[in-house]
């Protein structure tokens, strides 16, 4: 912990949460004010990064939080541009991805997005819905305008043009998979923003996706990459920039004051006094940061709900395995009830994991309605992944070093009202002055929205 005893220390931008959010800040803060800048980071954890973390399994680095990026993410392209970690970035190896369906691992077919059909050939031909499922699936086209209400949810939007097949096994495991929740709880305006300006522009939203698709110019490249030696390195190449000085672990925040001139914060170490102030800290965070000096805006925030999330990743020897299928992984929709929610094949996905000797198995577990982990200690929940992946892939060998990430309140949901929310939230920041949120809460729950949103914040600290 920081110690400068009971001296006030003072910083011009003080950051707490050093967490990818936090972070990125202060690196669009140090470039776009150079040394003018004055930044500190604080975090209560002992390890910085927040959901980032990079452990050595089988002597590899795995990502036990976030391990891809979104390729053509603006910011985040331009920060990595900055880090001078361009050539670090990884593609993963071609093969595509599964569902598990109506008992068999299936292929995504192509054309898919956000789970809604592009294409009803290879949705027919990937078998993972009925004949029936996808004929209701091309109802779409002929079916008259939907009327829905201002925010509908992911599940009101896609159900009635699509169908249940569609929703349960296409859009639920997708969405699962990056948000852990619960279509039907949703807001499409703000977990999907870009298929509900679609569906409001236009009858058919098959239709739509198709010509889109046509117009649209084949990107170069895939759309998901990593970086070489795992995202650790992302937060190292941060804390490096920023200067491990500036950057405290292991520092609590007890409380944090509006003075005339800015901001007195205090830790158990002393207090800092800041003139801007970010919380980069998880929205229930943020919450019991500011219910002293705002009960109302820390009432919103605290109306942002959280869905606990965990991984386990088993090392196996290889020659113990049977072949996996080609491809990296697969999703599973919660209508076949199994423990996993998905499931990747690390060393075939990412090229700094390629290995002859050893293959890891990353599963996900846990989505909003599913907290059955939670109360399992880290040996039962291996042997309920263990279980599954028998059924599923046949896979009955002893694994010889296992990993389990628990992530209690990790993924925040965008539900029904979420961009009203927001505004209330903005307008009763800019009351009390000098204080910025940002992070995976609000308008955009992955990295590429998080250095997006971080971009925004020192441009508007800059600003002044
Ligand atoms: C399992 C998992 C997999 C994911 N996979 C992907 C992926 O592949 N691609 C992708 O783009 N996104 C992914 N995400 C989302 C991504 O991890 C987040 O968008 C991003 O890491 C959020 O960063 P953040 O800094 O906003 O929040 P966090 O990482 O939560 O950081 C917040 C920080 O605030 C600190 N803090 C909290 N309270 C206090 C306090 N009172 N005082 C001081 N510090 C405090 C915490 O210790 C933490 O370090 C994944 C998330 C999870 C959980």
Redesign the pocket.
């Known amino acids: 912990m920081a110690r400068w005893d009971n001296e006030v220390v003072s910083t011009s931008t003080l950051i707490?949460?050093?967490?990818?959010?936090?972070l990125a800040t202060a690196h669009f803060l140090m470039r776009r004010l150079g040394p003018e800048a004055h930044v500190t980071v604080?975090?209560?954890?002992p390890r910085?990064g927040?959901?980032?973390n990079t452990v050595r399994l089988a002597g590899l680095p795995v990502d036990t939080?976030?391990?891809?990026?979104l390729s053509r993410a603006a910011e985040l392209r331009e920060l990595i541009d900055e880090l001078g970690l361009n050539s670090d970035v990884i593609e993963p190896q071609p093969g595509g991805a599964y569902i598990w369906s109506r008992g068999k691992l299936r292929p995504i077919p192509d054309g898919a997005s956000f789970g809604l059909p592009g294409r009803l050939g290879p949705l027919l031909r990937s078998r993972l819905l009925s004949p029936a499922g996808v004929a209701r699936a091309g109802m779409d086209i002929v079916l008259p305008t939907s009327h829905r209400s201002q925010d509908p949810s992911v599940a009101d939007l896609v159900r009635p043009r699509f169908g249940s097949e569609v929703y349960d096994r296409l859009v639920e495991p997708l969405l699962g998979g990056v948000h852990a929740g619960d279509p039907a709880r949703l807001s499409a305006k703000s977990t999907v923003p870009e298929i509900k300006a679609m569906a409001e522009a236009h009858r058919s939203l098959y239709l739509t996706m198709r010509s889109r698709r046509a117009q649209a110019p084949k990107p170069a490249g895939a759309p998901l990459v990593s970086i070489a030696g795992g995202m650790g390195v992302l937060v190292d190449a941060l804390v490096k920039e920023i200067s491990p000085q500036a950057v405290l672990a292991g520092t609590?925040?007890s409380g944090v004051e509006r003075t005339g001139a800015g901001w007195c914060i205090s830790t158990a170490g002393g207090r800092i006094s800041a003139e801007e102030l970010v919380l980069?800290?998880?929205a229930y965070?943020a919450a019991?940061?500011l219910e002293p000096l705002a009960p109302e805006l820390s009432s919103e925030l605290r109306g942002i709900p959280y869905v606990d999330?965990a991984?386990a990743t088993l090392a196996f020897r290889a020659h113990d395995l049977p072949e996996l299928p080609p491809g990296t992984g697969f999703l599973v929709p919660p209508v076949e009830d199994r423990f996993i929610v998905g499931c990747t094949w690390l060393t075939n996905k990412w090229p700094h994991l390629v290995n002859d000797d050893v293959v890891l198995i990353k599963s996900m577990v846990g989505r909003a309605g599913d907290r059955r982990w939670l109360t399992m200690s880290d040996e039962q929940l291996i042997e309920a992944v263990r279980a599954d992946l028998s059924g599923m892939l046949g896979i009955d060998a002893q694994p010889f070093e296992t990993f389990v990430q628990r992530?209690p309140k990790?993924?925040p949901q965008y539900v029904i009202g979420h961009a009203d929310r927001l505004e209330t939230i903005d307008r009763q920041v800019a009351d009390i002055g000098r204080l910025h949120l940002t992070?995976?809460a609000y308008r955009g729950?992955?990295?590429?929205g998080?250095a997006t949103q971080a971009a925004a914040v020192a441009d508007r600290i800059t600003r002044g």
């Open positions: 707490i949460g050093a967490g990818f959010s936090g604080l975090d209560s954890s910085v927040g959901k980032i939080g976030p391990d891809a990026f609590e925040v980069a800290v998880p965070a019991d940061l999330v991984n992530w990790a993924i992070g995976a729950s992955g990295l590429a998080c």
